[in-house]
């Protein structure tokens, strides 16, 4: 058995550990064991901490998703919580939990033995690390790029050799350079040009299911930070009660519903009109946060959530740095006073370190700066919103008959077509599949070879139609596995969207418009495909009673060649005007 | 199909699993087993289970079934149910429980942890949990008088829990005993001489009312401690800009 013969660490003995670890240890080892078998090399991806660290970690699964396509991915983490996030996703081909003190014995194993070719352990700098070339599986060229990755982990290494205590260090050395945690992470993984701060998460239908109780227009907020239970105290990444109390007030003064969203043990928050602590699984409270008009919290778990379900927010600081940790789009409120002493000692979380009782950071956060800012988000977000309902019925007369879609696409070869009239003037294109017939219509628009600087990702929403998709269909571009209501991007990241959107539930196709229309740049074109007749004829005159003829460039065609295709329509469109703020 | 479950027949048998549930970090499924026994137990064997789940609700943090442990309680608190009520008064204090226990008066609760405290009932462990109860509901005098009684034993106490003795004491004015306290805590707590000179400096920072100023040759006293060293850096240069 794995575990009997410890041959990277003699002193070490699984049998001092609970039973519980024990048992994690087996299924890891078994886990590890068995990959060996997989044809390919196997990346074992190293990660600590909360959710807001996996969602970090989870554009670099990605990265190496896309750099080592045959690779068999394990990603270890010690909390179950990884599993809710890495559901579904494409990236990973396994999710193995065992607790932290144990992944270090854990990685020699892989390395002494052979079990892995690339041991990847992140805090926050990435350490790549390979056994031995006689048991290694990388081609040269793959041993060749992590060597030139590791040239530059040497260089942040010695900041993190004693992790996480010297992290104050490591953010001033980090932000000095002009980096922030997302750079960092991207220039030492070897993908100094990927966009690390778009997070990757699939929400399923069911995690929009308490979305739906809850009032048209909200806002979400929290006070509260992974798992930091105020039973511990007052924490130094969360506001005084009474100040969070008011930017409740403020919100819903003007006008808007507060949903409180956490952990059972935060401390409630007067004043809301929804209060979901405690009563979320994880997917939920993505879906509450992907559907509010803004989120508010501190730095932390809810604040990397609202990330990755592309939700802006206005995030406040207080013991942890925003040059450090602030992403770009939100609204990042930072202390007037003190603040950023984030790991100067190892209690500043609950204890300031200036031994104030509350801390000052957090006391001096500007309500007004936080309220304005959210008022900002809510505002762009409604308008945004009133925009789509009227696109929204596009989507919402679904075809009965895709398949005649498809032969009449085929032969028109108006899939082809409209790509390369699209990609003469964008060079960011997203394509959309939500069903195996619009997957085939995506693959059949895919040009043979993608021009240089035209990027195209190609959205393949659900785990089910991965069987569809053959490798060499999709070698030239970035495939997203995805769910059908949240495609995990960043806002604005594209000049044209491509959806052909024809079997898709009526729940479903709003929300896919919503997330279609999210992902466009401003300017960017949207493009449907639909068998409703009508479809242009409501669109036309939805936006015609908006005031918006100008802008709107509408394509309509009618064909009645084929018999089974009779009433097919061909949406095009052009969004335009102002965006919400991004 | 055979199954491995086996019929439990007896209160001693229920009270067995449970406590082996709680070794093996099987939280739900002792709290389970542990009610379950305590339905059936009477006289000496049901204080012993109320004890036991009173442990692992404080643990779990379940405020509601730590509020209803009180309800059919008659009689002098135990060590444990100690601590429940000091549990609940933290969160009552927190705003997550809205009304307390009959039995969880805040006067008679410190006064019985008092009596259990003085007759030794206990450990090192459940002193330091009823020290940070006692920092959270504000009960400063109380606290102090602890964490003294552990340097004076010489138990080793993290320096996070002497920042927030500290920290009660500097709030309330309270400068001369923060900087007795902090002596005391040294020859205890193995603390480094920089932390030390450190805290007494921020004592001393706060005594004077120039908190956004280190005093004059702190660097050079408290050599590469970090918490200076950030003083320094934030104090000197510009403040954030929102």
Redesign the interface.
Known sequence: MATASPIANPVFDITCF???EQAQWRVAMDSFEQARKHVGPHIVVFGEGSFGDVLQMSPLLHQLRRKFPSARLSFVHPAGLAQAILRGSADVDEVVILRGALHREARLRLITKGWADLVVQCSYVIRYTTPPIRLSRLTEAERSWVLHAQVEQRTWLPLVENFPFDN?KLW?AVTAEGLNLFSLMARTAGFANADFESFQMSLCEADYEKVRGLPSRYVTVSNAAEKL?????LWTKTMP?NKIEQVVAGMRAAGLSVVVLGA??D??I?GADVDLRGQTSLGEAGAIINKALCHIGPEGGLANLARAVNTPAVIFFGATP?AFFGFRGNVN?????????W?????YL????????EP?CTASL?EE?ILGAARQFADGRIAQRRRLESAQSVALQSAENALAMVEHARREDFGSGLMSAVSQAACRIALVAVDAASLRLCLEALPGDVASGVDVTLFVCGLHLLSALHEPDAAAVDVCVCGPVHLPRRDGGYDAVLCPSVAVPQRSASLLVEECNRLLAEGGELVFYSLAETVGQNLRSAYAREGNEGPLDLLARSVSSHPAAEGLTLMRTRISGERAPV | MSSSRTLITSTEELIRQGFNAQAHSRPAEAITLMEAAFWFARGAEADQIRDTLAALYIAENDTPRLARIFENHTGELSAELVKGALALLRNRALGTLETLPPQCERSAVLTRMRQCFDVGAYDVASALFILSMLLQIRETDLAVELAHSLFDASVRVDESVIAKVLAALVENGRFSEARDTLTKAVAASRMPSGVYVRLMSLIALAEEGTPANLVPGLQDRAGDDKVVQFLSWRFTDSLPQE
């Open positions: 609970s039973m519980a104050d001033r239970p105020v039973t511990e105290g009660p059972k043990d401390a409630p007067r925003a409120v930072l202390p007037r006073a003190c603040g950023g002493c790991w100067t000692t190892s209690y609950h204890q300031c370190p200036r031994l104030l009782l000052e500007s700066a």
